[in-house]
């Protein structure tokens, strides 16, 4: 380990000494001093942000390095991932912290546990080896569980966490099984090594179909598709809201990345079994999670399995294996990390008074009480339905586009109808909010952070669907360099 590796991994650095500040800084604050946590915690994904950009990873023409034994990457695609976590990270601990103090929950652990969920997303874009990719994956996990479980007092948040706790724990151990094989048949831990390993031995080893299995079975819980969905709703509807906002978005974009490097760094040349494996799970997921979220009347229920239909889309762009695919599928996990923060973030803006607005009549002429967050919480339905000109039609149409592109229409054909169907939830949600008469008629009140992020949240879900070529030529260049 020299200065200029450790240069390459300053945002990693900068994120695990703040946490252990928070963690440390907690100790000697008193109660009413404890706002101090949260803005060290927002300095810390600002400034994370700001090294990131400062590395020069984004302009066109920067090059990939290496650092520590070659298990570490610094590229274009992970800065972009990393610079939106930070985002999404920011909207996050601002939504939480109004949630946190409504319901007596405000501690420095939330924020020490998310930096640290964090610190493994960020571990895991960057990984190079499989050694890296398992590290930054169980630092996320094991945070993630105590996460769940963060309401004490909440015998639902227990019961979720357990199940979390002991479904990660096989799909970690079938990951890790399906690496123990590819090492076998490859002799190498390290991605690069593999990829030419393979190349030079063929493709037709037993023991690395049975590997790939495995590691497929890993990358499919992690984004929570079907079959290796069953987690979703309970955590979703268990675990506080706060940490349902991590959830849903931040590790997705790990998860991609994890995606990307074992499929495409690692096993390009197995594309030609995995592209059948992800274009099952895509479809499942995509039919599964639509017929599913229609008959839930628990909104975080809903969203839950929403999610995995979104997921679905995701692993739509990943099966082509080819650059516009990546790109397409990299648009789609981003934009739907912003929204499915703003929906959750209506969702604790709602929850007032240590009642949680769990259900979707809880949103019930919103129109009435706050015609401008009904507006948001409008164009955040309409973007993960995918009506134009919201960026979620964007996303749908690229990764539908790099399917079609590979001569799989019906595979398109079929995500199109299931999702013209799934848009009938989404539109129940905006029946609610402005033809229905509100149950609640007091005004919402929001702090001026909160309301900030809010409206922040929904500008960026406007614009970047009214001006998409910008992100969009971001995404792809970075896969075609």
């Not at 995995?308 to 990546?326: D, K, N, Q, R, Y």
């Not at 919201?390 to 995500?415: R, T, Y």
Request: hydrophobic letters at 55%.
């Amino acid at each position: 380990m020299n200065g200029a590796q450790m240069l390459l991994a300053a945002p990693e650095f900068w994120v695990l000494v703040m946490a252990c500040v928070i963690m440390v800084a907690d100790l000697f604050l008193r109660e009413e001093r404890r706002g101090i946590i949260h803005l060290l915690a927002m300095l810390t994904v600002v400034f994370a942000a700001i090294i990131t950009l400062r590395g020069g990873f984004l302009v066109e023409g920067a090059q990939t390095a290496l650092a520590f034994n070659d298990s570490f990457i610094r590229d274009r695609m992970g800065d972009v991932l990393k610079v939106f976590s930070f985002i999404t990270m920011g909207l996050i601990f601002t939504y939480s912290k109004f949630y946190l103090r409504n319901f007596n929950m405000f501690r420095s652990d939330f924020f020490t546990l998310s930096l640290f969920a964090l610190l493994g997303v960020m571990l895991l874009i960057s990984a190079n080896s499989m050694l890296m990719i398992y590290l930054g994956l169980e630092m996320i996990s094991l945070s993630v569980y105590a996460l769940v479980a963060f309401d004490r007092s909440s015998g639902r948040g227990s019961e979720s966490a357990m199940k979390y706790f002991v479904l990660g724990s096989m799909a970690s151990g079938m990951l890790l099984y399906g690496m123990s094989m590819i090492y076998g048949a490859t002799g190498s831990l390290l991605l690069p090594e593999i990829a030419t390993a393979i190349s030079t031995q063929g493709s037709d080893d037993i023991l690395l179909t049975f590997g790939l299995v495995f590691v497929v079975v890993g990358i499919a819980f992690k984004f929570g598709v079907v079959p290796f969905h069953m987690w979703i709703p309970d955590v979703y509807e268990g675990a506080p809201p706060a940490v349902t906002l991590f959830i849903s978005s931040v590790p997705k974009l790990a998860a991609f990345a994890m995606a990307y490097r074992f499929l495409s760094s690692g096993l390009g040349d197995l594309h030609i079994h995995w592209h059948s494996m992800l274009a099952s799970l895509a479809i499942l997921s995509i039919i599964l999670g639509n017929l599913a979220a229609i008959m839930q009347t628990n909104i975080k229920r809903m969203l839950a399995y929403s999610t995995i239909s979104h997921m679905g889309f995701v692993l739509l762009g990943l099966i082509p294996g080819s650059a516009f695919g990546f790109g397409s599928s990299m648009y789609y996990v981003i934009v739907y990390g912003l929204m499915s923060v703003a929906a959750f973030g209506m969702v604790i803006l709602l929850s007032t008074r240590g009642v949680e607005a769990e259900n979707i009549e809880d949103f019930k002429g919103l129109n009435q009480r706050h015609p401008f967050y009904a507006a948001i919480m409008g164009l955040v339905m309409f973007s993960m339905a995918g009506v134009p000109p919201m960026v979620g039609f964007f996303a749908k149409l690229l990764v539908l586009k790099a399917v079609i592109d590979m001569g799989l229409i019906w595979l398109a054909a079929l995500a199109v109808v299931f999702a013209v169907i799934g848009a009938f939830y989404y539109l129940r949600v905006i029946k609610y909010m402005y033809f229905d008469d509100a149950e609640n008629e007091e005004l919402i009140v929001a702090p001026v952070d909160f309301g900030a992020a809010l409206t922040l949240n929904g500008i960026m879900i406007l614009g970047l669907g009214i001006f998409s070529s910008s992100l969009i030529a971001i995404c792809m260049n970075s896969f075609m360099l």
